[in-house]
């Protein structure tokens, strides 16, 4: 199989984005790479991603925000969205309400601390 | 996002700039490899629930072990109670009271990126009182009103996407108890 | 700075540990006017040595940083010849350390929570694992061990914290 499809992963903590794109790479995949909402919405237009990985918690744009962005507009409803969720059982409180990924848009999502391997599966199950 | 390098532009690509808030930097040296007061100072800290961003520690030469650290202004008072104990009497201590961490990211690894780097900071005479890599990011704690100047100068070497994240951050996370 | 979460966890859970081995360190101490030049050094190193696998830098003195760089341990005896040579004219000196292995831990926002270096470090020290150099940046604690140390210590890692099952 090949898996040459274009992977978007945008968080605002940088080592995790290093490990999942290094991951990603493993496995094929092309990698592109946000660091926000904002710059994620600007490298969805330049490169129409195929899938994004896409945290929650984050600066001028929230994930839950850019993703039903993408989720109701035309132009980039088809592109596969897994969230990365907040870890819910070590957060007790916070701004952000913790929809556990499917009450929102999402077509995916996987708990923090991330297992490498599981998303890898999610990944490939949803493209 | 790889690291650029062309001969048409000489900076290299880079994924952001990130300031820290203002944090008071601890540099901690003893002078036989034996003692353990940095790890009991550490276990203090914990207890105390004081946070460290940022720490460098090294045991390999000198027969000494040296440390150094930051933490938020609001917690040095609670550091420095600690320090006063006797029991780290046998430290070499150095204080600098505003330090911030600009961090660069991605480096990939890349020789190019940190020297670069090193260059600028030489170049301007802006101290490094610290500084690390992790896995995506290179890590210099410098003085805290130099941090736009420092970021303006590395931007003379290195170029951000068009859209990047602002350097300041918005939001922190605290952990309260364990 | 808005503080939007606030964490609780019994035990600190991990992305993952990993491992690399068979490095070797150059430990430069340099005088701090020689730090434009040592940036010149550094980016001679991209051809021959390629890559870095962690550095970290400090002062020793009012004078003089010190930097250590672990890299490749194949590639040593270029990177020491070239850092040698830049040492001999910047009055500089270059210890090379090799057989040493990384470890490299992350977790979710490690930067912003109290008492995780100090798990590490009580770990270590009561089994008698030396750390050569720890970096702490970001959300990654980088810990440089002696030879064939890696794994034993990685054991050790993995029961003071929850890591990911399949990683």
């Not at chain 3, 503080?3 to 859970?13: F, G, M």
Request: proline share 3%; charged share 25%.
């Amino acid at each position: 199989m090949s898996n040459d499809q274009l992977i978007l992963v945008v968080d605002d903590d940088t080592d995790l984005v290093e490990m999942v794109s290094m991951k990603l790479e493993s496995e094929n995949f092309r990698v592109a790479k946000a660091y926000d909402g904002v710059e994620a919405m600007d490298k969805i237009k330049a490169e129409r991603p195929a899938l994004i990985i896409l945290d929650v918690m984050m600066p001028r744009k929230d994930g839950y925000t850019l993703c039903d962005e993408l989720k109701t507009s035309d132009d980039y409803k088809d592109i596969v969205v897994v969230l990365l969720t907040a870890v819910t059982e070590a957060i007790s409180s916070t701004n952000y309400t913790h929809m556990g990924g499917k009450t929102t848009l999402a077509d995916d999502f996987v708990t923090k601390p991330i297992d490498l391997d599981k998303l890898m599966e999610i990944v490939k199950d949803n493209l | 996002m790889e690291i650029v390098l062309s001969k048409e532009s000489p900076k290299i690509s880079i994924g952001g700039i990130k300031f820290s808030e203002k944090l008071t930097h601890i540099s901690l040296v003893k002078d036989t490899a034996e003692d353990s007061s940095i790890d009991d100072l550490l276990r203090l800290l914990a207890k105390r629930r004081i946070n460290i961003p940022f720490l460098c520690h090294s045991s390999t030469l000198y027969a000494s072990q040296r440390s150094c650290f930051c933490v938020s202004c609001e917690n040095f008072p609670g550091v420095l109670s600690l320090l006063n104990f006797s029991s780290f009497s046998n430290l070499n201590i150095k204080v600098v009271p505003a330090v911030g961490t600009i961090t660069l990211f991605p480096h990939k690894n890349s020789f190019q990126l940190l020297g670069q780097i090193i260059q600028t900071f030489g170049k301007f005479n802006i101290p490094i009182y610290s500084m690390s890599s992790s896995i995506s990011a290179i890590a210099l704690n410098t003085d805290f009103t130099s941090l736009d100047m420092v970021a303006e100068n590395l931007q003379g070497v290195t170029s951000l996407p068009e859209n990047h994240a602002p350097f300041r951050q918005e939001f922190c996370l605290k952990e309260l108890h364990r | 700075m808005e503080t939007i979460a606030v964490y609780w966890e019994s035990k600190v859970k991990v992305y993952s540990i990993t491992h690399v081995t068979d490095l070797s360190l150059i430990n430069l101490a340099f005088p701090i006017k020689a730090t434009e030049e040592l940036g010149k050094a550094l980016m001679d190193l991209e051809d021959s040595v390629q890559r870095f696998e962690l550095v970290t830098q400090d002062y020793v003195n009012s004078t003089l940083c010190q930097m250590n760089l672990f890299y490749d341990q194949s590639k040593q005896e270029n990177a020491e010849k070239r850092m040698r040579k830049w040492a001999e004219k910047m009055q500089a000196t270059v210890t090379s350390v090799s057989h040493l292995e990384l470890i490299y831990l992350h977790g979710p926002h490690f930067q912003e929570r109290f008492g995780i270096v100090d798990i590490v470090f009580s770990a270590f020290k009561d089994d008698n694992i030396k750390i050569i150099t720890a970096g702490c940046a970001g959300t990654t604690i980088y810990l440089a061990v002696p030879d064939k140390t890696a794994v034993p210590a990685t054991r050790i890692l993995r029961q003071k914290f929850i890591i990911p099952a399949t990683v």
